[in-house]
């Protein structure tokens, strides 16, 4: 009886708890954000979602107990590849939350179709040992990989490449602020050789009016 009530009051505690993380986390999915940052014709890379089905998933989890995943998961890393077909390799591969990019060549940076199952296991494993809930891997995106010049790469990161990216905050269609994305401590912790110099360009926008346009 004394463990039945305890275990009532537990479920009652977590639920608000739980339901207020299932509301932050749809808030900050993909599939909440992209439709709007695309309606306002914001410039985003050429991407295609696709969904985890419950028994693709539970066939990935087989690897995270030392099994071989089953058949059932097939048809979701086909249509993974079916994607990353059509835009090109290297392409950009993460779920609805995250993309496990501090484990960039292992992750989310897709160079090969037949790196598919190993790069989705190991994005779902970062998303479950970061959070007490884990993160959701319900939805995945596959984006276009831009064209870029990195100012560094992080080597402790399986060679993750640094490049300008700034964070533009808007609050009802107004910008807030601005703030370059790279703290100099993030990129040394990466393992990456910075001089001055490289990260003064880095961090630099030599054209303010057309970053805050871009956000406009």
């Keep these: ?7 009532a009051l537990d479920a009652a505690t977590f639920a608000p708890c739980h339901t207020r993380l299932s509301e932050m986390t749809d808030r900050t999915s993909m599939t909440y954000w992209l439709p709007k940052v695309e ?6 890379p050429r991407t295609i979602m696709v969904e985890l089905q419950e ?15 089953g058949d059932a998961a097939q048809p979701f890393f086909d249509k993974i590849k079916a994607a990353a077909d059509s835009l090109g390799y290297p392409c950009f591969l993460r779920t609805s939350h995250t993309s496990a990019k501090h484990d960039w060549e292992n992750a989310c940076y897709l160079t090969d ?3 598919i199952p190993k790069q989705v296991a190991t994005i779902i494993e970062y ?20 064209p870029v010049t ?15 990216e700034f964070r533009v905050f808007v609050n009802d269609a ?12 993030a990129v040394e912790q990466g393992g990456a050789i910075c001089p ?10 030599k054209d303010e009016a057309g970053l805050l346009a871009l956000a406009s």
């Design 113 to 115: 179709p037949k790196r």
């Design 55 to 69: 028994d693709a998933k539970r066939e990935v989890w087989h690897v995270f107990d030392g099994e071989k995943m």
């Design 39 to 44: 309606a306002a014709g914001l410039p985003v």
């Design 150 to 164: 990195p100012l560094a790469v992080c080597h402790a990161w399986s060679n993750m490449p640094v490049c300008r």
């Design 1 to 7: 009886c004394v463990a039945h009530q305890a275990h």
């Design 127 to 146: 998303g479950e040992i970061s959070s007490v809930f884990g993160i959701p891997h319900d939805w995945w995106a596959v984006r276009e990989y831009l």
């Design 196 to 205: 001055d110099v490289a990260y003064v360009q880095l961090v630099e926008c």
């Design 174 to 185: 107004t910008v807030q602020c601005w703030h370059p994305y790279w703290p100099l401590k």
